[in-house]
């Protein structure tokens, strides 16, 4: 079992749909997690970060964090082209600067 | 504040070879961490460095090692290189490390092993 993994995709939306990212993770001492952007031929980005139970909004985006069933999610309200990336879940199991990432979910928002 | 650089952007070499990247992070921030990406593994934590100590490492073999100078810039080298060794290698900064600390990456450096 990979410690974050992440469906892989690709996940296909419309534009102006609701896309729905998820990540389950293996360690129960993970204490904060984190999703980065990754557009084609760049370097990643971070999107949102948290770290408690519930949810957490910025913009169009949410990210819920469930400890109980290991569970993190990411929601991107009214879909845009420009958001059609990877978006990759990390984990920090204080270990200092050490961040474990799943393999990335790739999104596709169609016009 | 300028975003985290990393030289060269592009590198060829050939297997046998061995080569140094360097990464210097946004000012301020002590804590480098080096990743590894690659289509079939992904992203890898290689290693951490945090006030010129290494702090973390994962699991790749002795080849690959780095250091952190005083005025926090890092250099990761991997001697003997092999054609698995073809990468995206990514430096990320942030403060100290912390659990909570974002990371912040630099562009990369596409390393090409023939």
């Known amino acids: 079992q990979k410690e974050v993994e992440q469906n892989s995709g690709p996940l296909s939306v419309p534009e102006g749909a609701i896309a729905s990212l998820n990540c389950t993770y293996s360690?129960?001492?993970?204490?904060?997690f984190f999703w980065y952007r990754q557009y084609s031929g760049k370097s990643p980005e971070l999107i949102m970060s948290?770290?408690?139970?519930g949810d957490k909004e910025d913009g169009r985006f949410t990210a819920q964090l469930n400890k109980a069933s290991q569970y993190v999610s990411l929601l991107i309200r009214d879909s845009q082209p420009s958001d059609s990336a990877t978006y990759l879940c990390?984990?920090?199991?204080?270990?200092?600067?050490?961040?474990?990432f799943g393999q990335g979910t790739e999104l596709s928002v169609k016009p | 504040k300028a975003g985290v650089t990393q030289t060269p952007r592009y590198l060829i070499k050939t297997r046998g070879q061995q080569v140094t990247l360097s990464c210097s992070p946004i000012?301020?921030?002590?804590?480098v961490s080096w990743y590894q990406q690659t289509p079939g593994q992904g992203l890898q934590f290689l290693f951490e460095?945090?006030?010129?100590?290494?702090?973390n490492k994962g699991n790749f073999p002795g080849r690959f090692s780095g250091r952190q100078f005083s005025n926090s810039r890092s250099e990761m080298n991997v001697s003997t290189l092999e054609l698995g060794d073809s990468a995206l290698y990514l430096c990320a900064s942030s403060p100290a490390g912390g659990i909570t600390d974002t990371q912040y990456f630099g562009p990369g450096t596409r390393l090409t092993v023939l």
């Open positions: 360690d129960r001492g993970s204490q904060s």
């Open positions: 000012s301020g921030h002590r804590s």
């Open positions: 990390a984990v920090n199991r204080n270990q200092g600067g050490k961040l474990i």
């Open positions: 460095y945090f006030s010129e100590t290494q702090r």
């Open positions: 948290i770290y408690s139970n």
